[in-house]
Structure formats: structure tokens, C-alpha cells
Antibody, heavy 118, light 112 residues
Framework: EVQLVESGGGLVQPGGSLRLSCAAS????????MHWVRQASGKGLEYVSA????????YYPDSVKGRFIISRDNSKNTLYLQMGSLTIEDMAVYYC???????????WGPGTLVTVSS | DVVMTQSPLSLPVTLGQPASISCRSS???????????LIWFQQRPGQSPRRLIY???NRDSGVPDRFSGSGSGADFTLKISRVEAEDVGVYYC?????????FGQGTKLEIK
């Protein structure tokens, strides 16, 4: 059974940093691109980043470019999101999800909540 | 970025009646490989999104056959043939053709 479990969320001050993790199981992690998507409370969904199967290619929308870094450790079946210079606009539930053209977003984790507040 | 526009944003439906949600993109979603990467999700209250339909019209495993997707190019539709109580939630379309991938605003389906 495919499982994705995010962790690392919490309370951080504006301007601070946080690293999220996503533990994957039930599939061959290294065979799939992986994505991060976020959802502010009561709002819609927004893509945050994507990474290729080997980690050699990464993608970011302008809203987080230069502040967020996606990475992965295929030996640990784990996806990461290093977030910096956080603002209240970054406050959201962060989900990890699978990539791949036909498999993209087929599985989602429960999400981890990031709260930005002083 | 590709803008995804859903309508309606609120959809009250009587149990057993059909429902339809439109999703339009600001540009064609046909990818260089010939496929169209348009996805539909359901998000029930308090839950993570669940993929229902991928590549316009392919239903995911376990999704009831009352859900169907159709469309082409930049104009897409999700239909529910007979709404059941468990269908309450927010429905999103998403394009996976042009980076950054983008979502529609969401359509909130409720029972009348």
C-alpha cells in the first residue's frame, strides 16, 4: 500500500526557516518524481515544488523561488522541503504527492501544518 | 502561468440528481506527447485531496462510475450522474501540462 507521511510542520516566526519531510513507502520511491503542494486554511491548492526521480532537476513557482529548496534521499525513501524567509503567506498545510505524468497526484499524505506567527 | 477557471464555485444539488462542473484553462493543455494532463480531485471536509480522474477521462481505481470526465484542449467537464451524500466536498481541476502546474479555485458541492 502506497503511503506518504509528512512531518516537520510547526510554529515559526516570520523570516524563519523550517524543514519538512515526507516518508514514502509501498512503492519504489526512486522511480517517481515527487511534488509538494500547499493549502492555506479555507483556501485552494497551490503547487510549491517538484523534483525529478534522481533529484537532478527541481522546479519552483515564482512565489517560492529562491526561498524554498526541494530535495530527496532515495536511500531513505524521503522527500524534503527546506523553507526559508517565511511569511504569513506561507502558512498552510503542506502535502507531498507523487509525480510522473500518469501518476502525478495519485497519492497524497495527510499533510503537515506550517504556522507563521510572531 | 496557466489560469484554471472553474464554474460554478458553489453547486447545491438534490440527492439523486446529476451535477456538472466546468473547468477552462487559459491555454491548451495538450502536451508534446499528445496527452492532455487534466486532473479532477475531490476534497471531503477535513481530508486530503483524492484524485478522481486523470488525463481528462480516466477514472482512478475505486472511484464510482457515476463520476466521469470529458473535454479537450482547454475546455473540460466533470459530471456526477447521480449525486450521493458522500459526494459532498470541494472539487478541483488541475493542469499538469505546463509548469507550474495550477489548480482551479474549487467548486463546493452541497446537498440541497
Amino acid at each position: 500500500e502506497v503511503q506518504l507521511v509528512e512531518s516537520g510542520g510547526g510554529l515559526v516566526q516570520p523570516g524563519g526557516s523550517l524543514r519538512l519531510s515526507c516518508a514514502a513507502s509501498g512503492f519504489t520511491f526512486s522511480n517517481y518524481a515527487m511534488h509538494w503542494v500547499r493549502q492555506a486554511s479555507g483556501k485552494g491548492l497551490e503547487y510549491v515544488s517538484a523534483i525529478s526521480r534522481d533529484g537532478g532537476s527541481t522546479y519552483y513557482p515564482d512565489s517560492v523561488k529562491g526561498r524554498f529548496i526541494i530535495s530527496r534521499d532515495n536511500s531513505k525513501n524521503t522527500l524534503y522541503l527546506q523553507m526559508g524567509s517565511l511569511t504569513i503567506e506561507d502558512m498552510a498545510v503542506y502535502y507531498c504527492t507523487r509525480g510522473g505524468k500518469s501518476t502525478m497526484t495519485d497519492y497524497w499524505g495527510p499533510g503537515t501544518l506550517v504556522t507563521v506567527s510572531s | 502561468d496557466v489560469v484554471m477557471t472553474q464554474s460554478p464555485l458553489s453547486l447545491p444539488v438534490t440527492l439523486g440528481q446529476p451535477a456538472s462542473i466546468s473547468c477552462r484553462s487559459s491555454q491548451s493543455l495538450v502536451y508534446s506527447d499528445g496527452n492532455t494532463y487534466l486532473i479532477w480531485f475531490q476534497q471531503r471536509p477535513g481530508q486530503s485531496p483524492r484524485r478522481l480522474i486523470y488525463k481528462v477521462s480516466n477514472r482512478d481505481s475505486g472511484v464510482p462510475d457515476r463520476f466521469s470526465g470529458s473535454g479537450s484542449g482547454a475546455d473540460f467537464t466533470l459530471k456526477i450522474s447521480r449525486v450521493e451524500a458522500e459526494d459532498v466536498g470541494v472539487y478541483y481541476c488541475m493542469q499538469g501540462t505546463h509548469w507550474p502546474y495550477t489548480f482551479g479555485q474549487g467548486t463546493k458541492l452541497e446537498i440541497k
